[in-house]
């Protein structure tokens, strides 16, 4: 789902691919050496920059088990459902289990695990997700 690990166009689609493709962790060298964080997205960078001003290892946005980028998944299902997708944990601790919210409704859940290249991986792939989140987007509507 090649569409969905990237966003943008011209410079900006370039840099945002260009980190997009990198096995998160896997590299040698730091994560951003020659990438002008400017160009990612307002959201990346900003975390870019939170990880930075608290000496906190170089941030890699959240993953489906595919490789594809969290956010460009929702961000794309937001705008083509016109709907608010939110992940949101229970209780009190960690847990490995987030409820995934439509509008404010649940529709489903899905587990997640950190990984020791420093980033959050869901347990289900970029498509799956997309599927269950349409599907309980449309139940929803036609209990209405």
């Given amino acids: 789902m090649t569409g969905d690990r990237r966003a943008g166009s011209g410079d900006d689609a370039r840099t945002v691919a260009q980190l997009?493709?990198?096995?998160?962790?896997?590299?040698?060298?730091?994560?951003?050496?020659?990438?002008s964080v400017a160009a990612l997205p307002e959201w990346w960078r900003d975390a870019v920059e939170e990880f930075r001003d608290h000496d906190m290892r170089?941030?890699?946005?959240?993953?489906?088990?595919?490789?594809?980028?969290k956010q460009f998944v929702v961000d794309r299902l937001e705008a083509t459902l016109d709907v608010t997708v939110r992940f949101v944990g229970r209780g009190d601790s960690y847990d490995r289990e987030r409820a995934v919210?439509?509008?404010?409704?649940?529709?489903?859940t899905v587990?997640?695990?950190r990984l020791?290249?420093?980033?959050?991986?869901y347990c289900t792939t970029s498509a799956e997700f997309v599927a269950r989140v349409r599907d309980g987007v449309l139940e929803e509507h036609h209990q209405r």
């Fill in 20 to 35: 997009a493709d990198r096995s998160p962790g896997a590299e040698p060298a730091p994560p951003y050496e020659g990438v």
């Fill in 58 to 69: 170089p941030y890699r946005p959240s993953r489906f088990e595919d490789g594809a980028i």
């Fill in 101 to 108: 919210l439509v509008d404010g409704t649940e529709i489903a």
């Fill in 111 to 113: 587990e997640h695990r």
């Fill in 116 to 121: 020791p290249e420093g980033y959050t991986e």
